[in-house]
């Protein structure tokens, strides 16, 4: 299984990115995909998280700004970023909870990270 994830880039404050994370490999089943980021020197956070019915979590701190969406069809969750602020620079990781075919419980995977700056 893996995570492949795209989008991060430079930008300047109050611009926007999309970011695309898509799950590949021996998949039956996927429940809770979700973005993390680690800015320098502080510890890797939950942006937002979305599971297989549509319920969706932000973290305060981008409520309002950033939405997170998926399409199960190809295994792929996207995070829409607008009204960046210096503060949104890190690297961003997506998540999933993977069931894999022949397996019997739901497994963490991570994507390899994909780094967004926002200048001011």
């Known amino acids: 299984v893996q995570l492949q994830a795209s989008g991060g880039g430079l930008v300047q404050a109050g611009g926007s990115l999309r970011l695309s994370c898509t799950a590949s490999?021996?998949?039956?089943?996927?429940?809770?995909m979700g973005w993390y980021r680690q800015a320098p020197g502080k510890q890797r956070e939950l942006v937002s998280s979305?599971?297989?019915?549509?319920?969706?979590n932000y973290a305060d701190s981008v409520k309002g700004r950033f939405t997170i969406s998926r399409d199960n069809a190809v295994k792929t969750v996207y995070l829409q970023m607008n009204s960046l602020k210096p503060e949104d620079t890190a690297v961003y990781y997506c998540?999933?909870?993977?069931?894999?075919?022949?397996?019997?419980?739901?497994?963490?995977?991570w994507g390899q990270g994909t780094q967004v700056t926002v200048s001011s």
């Open positions: 998540n999933a909870q993977i069931l894999q075919f022949g397996g019997t419980t739901y497994s963490s995977y």
């Open positions: 490999g021996s998949i039956r089943s996927i429940n809770v």
């Open positions: 979305s599971t297989s019915v549509g319920s969706t």
